[in-house]
């Protein structure tokens, strides 16, 4: 069965930074895409990041070249450095792992950013 567990969600001030962490168990981590995806209050969730199982990654605009997504494969785990904070970053955050034709998805850790 596969799980992920996430962590380093927290309240942060405008400009500063945050770096989430999302554990994967139950698969064979390094053939997977995964990535994050986050919902704010009120809006539809959203694309964050994307990083293929050849390392190879993908942003939303909004977060171009203020957040880094990686994974370490001999962790089984992807992380989402995120600098340079906005309080639009606020939301809750989510990571996924793609295998075959189902998507799994952590539990989903806050972050909230303020002025």
């Known amino acids: 069965q596969v799980q992920l567990v996430e962590s380093g969600g927290g309240l942060v001030q405008a400009g500063g930074s945050l770096r989430l962490s999302c554990a994967a168990s139950g698969t064979s981590f390094w053939l997977n895409a995964v990535g994050w995806h986050r919902q704010a209050p009120g809006k539809q969730r959203e694309l964050v990041a994307t990083i293929t199982s050849a390392g190879r990654p993908t942003y939303a605009d909004s977060v171009e070249g203020r957040f880094t997504i990686s994974r370490d494969n001999a962790k089984d785990t992807m992380y989402l450095q995120m600098n340079s904070l906005k309080p639009e970053d606020t939301a809750i955050y989510y990571c996924?792992?793609?295998?075959?034709?189902?998507?799994?998805w952590g539990q989903g850790t806050q972050v909230t950013v303020s002025e």
């Open positions: 996924y792992l793609d295998r075959g034709r189902n998507t799994y």
